[in-house]
């Protein structure tokens, strides 16, 4: 959708696609939250969080989640899902198993400072997995 959408947004259909598959059996508790999201705020919301680039990905990923938290239902996990979703080779999906994973600690409730934490490990995991891989073949 990326290169066929100028301005790449989505919409209330593909948004509310990625919140079900997220918050499974949590979608319809929800609901009364998230009804006020219209088509228009969902598009203008995600094509403005994709629009902002930067040379600093912490930067990045701070603006563009809270662009999309400000949208009614949408907590940082559920940020997380649409970034990764939307752009997988630089963002991960956040959750409490995941974390676990990755940190040896439960934990339920995340914050952007918890997301640029996670994903700055993931990304460390991933270059010294690409240069093991590299070490390997070479």
């Given at each position: ?135 390997k073949a070479g």
């Open positions: 959708m990326r290169q066929i959408r100028k301005g790449f947004h989505l919409t209330k259909v593909e948004f509310d696609e990625i919140l079900r598959w997220k918050l499974g059996d949590l979608f319809s508790r929800q609901e009364k939250l998230r009804a006020s999201n219209t088509n228009d705020a969902i598009r203008f919301t995600t094509r403005a969080a994709f629009a902002i680039e930067s040379g600093d990905f912490d930067y990045e990923l701070e603006v563009r989640v809270g662009l999309l938290t400000a949208l009614p239902g949408v907590g940082v996990p559920v940020a997380a899902a649409v970034l990764a979703i939307c752009e997988p080779r630089r963002y991960a999906v956040l959750d409490s198993t995941s974390w676990e994973q990755l940190f040896g600690k439960p934990k339920r409730s995340f914050t952007i400072n918890d997301y640029k934490k996670f994903m700055q490990l993931v990304h460390r995991l991933a270059a010294n997995a690409y240069a093991d891989r590299v070490a």
